[in-house]
């Protein structure tokens, strides 16, 4: 993946994989949980996010999570240490952004 900006889609997608390996609709329903809805995947998004991310080695599909009950075509996907690495630089760009918003005083200063 490029060193530009994620969008945030992608972003949010790294973001749900940081703790554990999740499978595609769970992935979304955490985003959206996590961002009270502001934020909203659909499947085609996730998949052609997803396929990115594999390409360039920032996740990569696991069997570790898959239990007996679960159907046979679901796939889990994990973090990989680039895809880490990857959402660290994005929160530390984005972190420096703030900073600067707060500087201009277009937000307020943190407490």
């Keep these: 993946m490029p060193t530009d900006p ?16 999740l499978h595609g609709y769970a992935i979304i329903q955490d985003v959206a949980e996590r961002t009270g809805g502001e934020v909203k995947l659909t499947a085609s998004t996730l998949y052609a996010a997803i396929k990115r991310l594999l390409d360039a080695g920032w996740i990569e599909e696991t069997t570790s999570r898959r239990r007996t009950s679960d159907d046979p075509r679901r796939r889990y996907y994990r973090l990989t240490a680039a895809g880490r690495q990857g959402a660290r630089a994005e929160a530390e760009r984005l972190e420096r952004l703030a900073a600067l918003a707060r500087a201009k005083r277009l937000i307020p200063a943190r407490r």
């Design 6 to 21: 994620l969008s945030t889609q992608v972003f949010h997608i790294l973001l749900s994989l940081v703790d554990d390996d």
